[in-house]
C-alpha cells in the first residue's frame, strides 16, 4: 500500500494538535473553575473583562478539537473518501471556533492587566492551535483535489477488486426485468 505525502504529514500534525487541545482544555478548566469560586485573586490566575469568554470559548474549541483528531484519526486509518468529509468537515468546524477563540485571546492580551502563567498558557495555546489547525485542514482538505495529498475523488475502488456494473440487485449479475417480483 503506498502512503501519500498528506497521510505522513497529517498524522504527526494530528498528534501536536490533540495533545494541545488537551492541554488547553485542562488549564481552561481550572482557571474556569477558579473564575466560578471567586478565586481571582490566585497568583497564577489572574484575568480581565475578556477571560471569562477567553475561558468558555477555549473550552468549546478544545472539545471540538479533540472530536474532530477522533474522526481524523479513523480517516487516517481507512483514508478513504467517505472518512475524508468526516474528518475535513469536522476539522473545519473545530478551526473556526479555535480562531473565535484566538480572537478573544488577543483581546485579552490587548487589555492588559494581570494575568497568571495559567492563563498566559491558555492564551499561547489557543493562539498556536489556530495556527497548526489551519495546516491542518489545508492538509486534508487537499485530498479533496489530488490523489498525492489524500484518496482524491476518482478513487472508487475500496479493496472490491474490480467494480460491478449496475444491475439492478444488490450482490447479482442479473439485471431487473419488467414484472420481477422483489
Same mark, same amino acid.
Given at each position: ?75 487516517? $486509518?481507512? %483514508? /478513504?473518501?467517505?472518512?475524508?468529509? &468526516? ?5 473545519? #468546524?473545530?478551526?473556526?471556533?479555535? +480562531? =473565535? ?13 494581570? $494575568?497568571? %502563567? /495559567?492563563?498566559?498558557?491558555?492564551? &499561547? ?5 489556530? #495556527?497548526?489547525?489551519?495546516?491542518? +485542514? =489545508? ?44
Amino acid at each position: 500500500m503506498a502512503q501519500t505525502v498528506g497521510r505522513n504529514m497529517a498524522a504527526p500534525l494530528l498528534f501536536l494538535n490533540l495533545v494541545m487541545y488537551f492541554i488547553t482544555l485542562g488549564f481552561a478548566s481550572w482557571c474556569l473553575n477558579r473564575l466560578i469560586n471567586r478565586q481571582t485573586n490566585h497568583p497564577s490566575f489572574g484575568g480581565n473583562g475578556a477571560t471569562e469568554f477567553l475561558l468558555e470559548f477555549a473550552i468549546l474549541a478544545s472539545v471540538l478539537g479533540i472530536v474532530s483528531k477522533f474522526a481524523s484519526g479513523n480517516h487516517l $486509518r481507512a %483514508w /478513504r473518501n467517505d472518512s475524508l468529509a &468526516a474528518a475535513g468537515s469536522s476539522s473545519l #468546524v473545530a478551526w473556526a471556533v479555535t +480562531v =473565535l477563540a484566538c480572537g478573544v485571546a488577543c483581546k485579552e492580551i490587548n487589555l492588559g492587566g494581570h $494575568r497568571g %502563567w /495559567r492563563l498566559r498558557i491558555v492564551e &499561547a495555546f489557543i493562539i498556536i492551535l489556530a #495556527v497548526t489547525e489551519l495546516l491542518y +485542514v =489545508l492538509l486534508v482538505h487537499a485530498g479533496l483535489y489530488s490523489s498525492r495529498y489524500g484518496p482524491g475523488y476518482r478513487d472508487t475502488d475500496y479493496g472490491m477488486g474490480t467494480q460491478a456494473a449496475d444491475t439492478g440487485y444488490k450482490g447479482t449479475s442479473e439485471p431487473v426485468t419488467t414484472g420481477a417480483r422483489v
